[in-house]
Nanobody, 120 residues
Framework: QVQLVESGGGLVQAGGSLRLSCAAS????????MGWYRQAPGKQRELVAA???????NYADSVKGRFTISRDNANDTVYLQMNSLAPEDTAVYYC??????????????WGKGTLVTVSS
């Protein structure tokens, strides 16, 4: 079974920083796009940032210049460095990855989420 496990969430004051990590485990043949999504209370889940195997990145306009996504392909891990956090960044952050197991096709997997709370 493939698992995505996030860590690094927590409570931080406005203007502060957090670094989220997400590690994929299981019988993984390859991973293509990895990304972070978030869902605030009462809102739909939205893309925060994504990164390809080659390091091409994509960011939501609301986080450009503040958040940085990166990945460690050797360890099947993706990171999200979040700086200058604001209360509107408060949400559950989910890791997502396109993963191909041995003998199968690519499928999209999700982590269980990690809560980020930014106090004003």
């Amino acid at each position: 079974q493939v698992q995505l496990v996030e860590s690094g969430g927590g409570l931080v004051q406005a203007g502060g920083s957090l670094r989220l990590s997400c590690a994929a485990s299981g019988r993984i043949f390859s991973i293509n796009v990895m990304g972070w999504y978030r869902q605030a209370p009462g809102k739909q889940r939205e893309l925060v940032a994504a990164i390809t195997t080659d390091g091409i990145t994509n960011y939501a306009d609301s986080v450009k210049g503040r958040f940085t996504i990166s990945r460690d392909n050797a360890n099947d891990t993706v990171y999200l460095q979040m700086n200058s956090l604001a209360p509107e960044d408060t949400a559950v952050y989910y890791c997502s990855a396109g993963i191909r197991q041995y003998g199968t096709y690519y499928m999209n997997y999700w982590g269980k989420g990690t809560l980020v709370t930014v106090s004003s």
